[in-house]
């Protein structure tokens, strides 16, 4: 809450001023409440603190790299350098929008809400041995908003200024104290070494080996095709609280494989450890082979409560075929997720109804109470429906006849000036043929595309498919060169200033955002803006909830489907914690090598 200025009367002038309320001093910060853990907690619940370090664990990468500078759009950054760097607060995995101090030893909050004050450890080093210091903080900071994603810029756009005060001391200060998450944005920041970039072009591509504070280094690599990362013997924070148990790991390898299909051949021949499934069709037929008849290989499923957020089709709004919410409704009711769903995947997927599936941020029903009072507004602006009716999906026998679903598509389309032509091509007025590319960045999603490809045709609609190699994929997606996708947008427990960048107006031209189908609507942008200043959690469900609704009946996007576990496979060479945390994996991060398992493991493979 603000301050009020002091009245000019006798009274206040004779009084002395009020004084400023110190700043709370923490050691975490949390937007729903206060944190599960005190301060000087020994280690995370999840992990096992007496976990032995050593082995070797080696990982899948697709594609191929060609810069250690991920914080850029130029270039393709290498897999894995999260690992080199630390951060100033440290995420809780088990806690949903918590974070913890771990380069910064304290955080200070002033009563006023207009700021952020972090005080680093006396013991925080780089790899070399430096000192990290406030410097390298306020360097990080204005080096990234100013040279590195436009994200960073969307992110953090209500920090006024940072300063540093002394060596280990960093003021940012706010723009606006409605904006309740952002100290907790700044405590995700990883920390660069200005001393390191001192004399490189930041703005360009790197293949020096960089230098990082975290728990792993970057030990050697070969361009494009693998690189393997160290631990860090003398690591300056092996035995802080936020670290105990983790990393355990003495490599991480990671081998780079062009196709997800050979990748799958390599681990089952044991040249990969860890293997994340994301196939379905895999996880139900792919796993029959020796090692696995004979346990040396694990599968198992993991229940996880992490918002899955949005994977879609995403029609490119910024061409003008795609401009009109009925063509892109039509073809919402073509896609027969059912017919997928049987055939394609095993009946393992959940179909997405929402932007923030898997949480209580997603849209249901009608609009009523809060929701309805912050919608009512912006009535005029929207479809009446928003307010009528329930937004749901078509859905199908799963037959693969969806005679009902091409019926409502071709009215939808002759409604916005489609009509099929004597030659059974869908055609506008000007005789132009309804024909689009949908790109993709793997051979394994053909199989989905396909089909819909074969759906469309049936309405005179020449779609076709074509597949890149993630680095052109890539380059691709941060020009916006494309007509349809596939994209994940990832949501959070705690949706906030990243919703700029998903969903604003402000951010469709703008190279390497993340508003990859181009969303531009001003009551979305209204509402995002609603969604970063809300003061409570219950006033953040609802603007959220509302502007999901929004979202949903703009028709921006074809919704695909989700899961709510990790289906793993494994090497049976690893110890993992009794439990995993709410919300990650616990991978690479708690595990580590059992070395009884191992020699076991490499006694049963001589006789595969």
Known sequence: MQRRPLLATPFALAAPALAQPAPRRLHALSLLGDPALPAGFPHFPWVNPAAPKGGEVVLTALGSFDSFNPFILRGTPAIGMANIYDSLLQESAD????EYAHLAEWIELPADGMGVTFELNPAARWHDGRAITAADVVWTFETLRAQGRPFYRAYWGDVASVTAEGERRIIFRFSTNENRELALILGQMQ?????????????????????????????RFESGRGLT???????????LNTRRGQYNFDRLRYEYFRDSTV???????????????????????????PAVRRGLVVRDTIRHEIPTGMQAFAMNARRPLFQDSRVREALIQVFDFEWMNANLFFGTYARTTSFFSNSELASTGLPTGRELEILQPFRAQLPEAV???EFRLPVTDGSGNNRDGLRRALE???????????????VNAQGAPFRFEILLSSPSFERVALPFVQWLQRLGIEASVRTVDPAQYQVRMDNFDFDMTVDVMGQSLSPGNEQRDYFTCAKVQENG???IPGICHPVIDALVEQIITAPSREELVARTRAMDRVLLWQHFVIPNWHT??????????FGRPERNPRYGLGFPTSWWVDATRERALAEARRSL
């Open 263 to 289: 990748a799958f051949e390599a681990f089952k021949a044991g040249q990969i450890d860890f293997r994340t499934e994301n196939i379905a069709r895999d996880w139900a037929t792919g796993y029959d082979f």
């Open 191 to 219: 920390v660069l070494p200005k001393h390191f970039w001192e004399g490189r072009d930041f703005s360009r591509p790197m293949q020096d080996i960089p230098l990082g504070s975290g728990p792993y280094r970057l030990e």
């Open 564 to 573: 709510r576990s990790f289906l793993l496979a494994f090497w049976d060479k």
């Open 95 to 98: 806690e949903a929008s918590t």
């Open 513 to 515: 955002s993340q508003n």
């Open 387 to 389: 307010f009528t009716q």
């Open 412 to 426: 939808l389309l002759r409604t916005a000036g489609w009509t099929v032509n004597r030659e059974r091509r869908l």
């Open 229 to 239: 990362y160290a631990r860090v013997d003398n690591y300056w924070a092996r035995d």
